[in-house]
Nanobody, 125 residues
């Protein structure tokens, strides 16, 4: 059974940092592209970052470039999203997903096959 479980969310002040983890099971991490999404209150879910496997290339949306870093530990079957310089607008439920990504011009997208349960990140001003 494929499972993804995000954790590590919490309450942090603006300017602070958090590291989210996505523990996976039931599939090989290198066989899928792994991404992070978020959904803020009253808004649609949006892409945040993605790592293309097996080459490990990272992709980010503009709003998080330079602040967020996606990584993964293949042996531990875990993906991470390290978030620095957090802003109130980063407040959202964060989800990890496994699927297939595509790139076009300078943009990218991830089509998830599997979703994990989210973890709430709240950034206070």
């Amino acid at each position: 059974e494929v499972q993804l479980q995000a954790s590590g969310g919490g309450l942090v002040q603006a300017g602070g940092s958090l590291r989210l983890s996505c523990a996976t099971s039931g599939f090989r991490l290198v066989d899928y592209d792994i991404g992070w999404f978020r959904q803020a209150p009253g808004k649609d879910r949006e892409r945040v970052a993605c790592i293309n496997n097996p080459d490990g290339k990272e992709y980010y949306v503009e709003s998080v470039k330079g602040r967020f870093t996606i990584s993964e530990d293949i042996a531990q079957k875990t993906s991470y999203l390290t978030m620095k310089d957090l802003r109130p607008e980063d407040t959202a439920v964060y989800y990890c997903a496994a699927g297939t990504m595509s790139t076009f011009d300078s943009d990218w997208n991830l089509q998830p096959d599997y979703w994990g349960r989210g973890t709430l990140v709240t950034v206070s001003s």
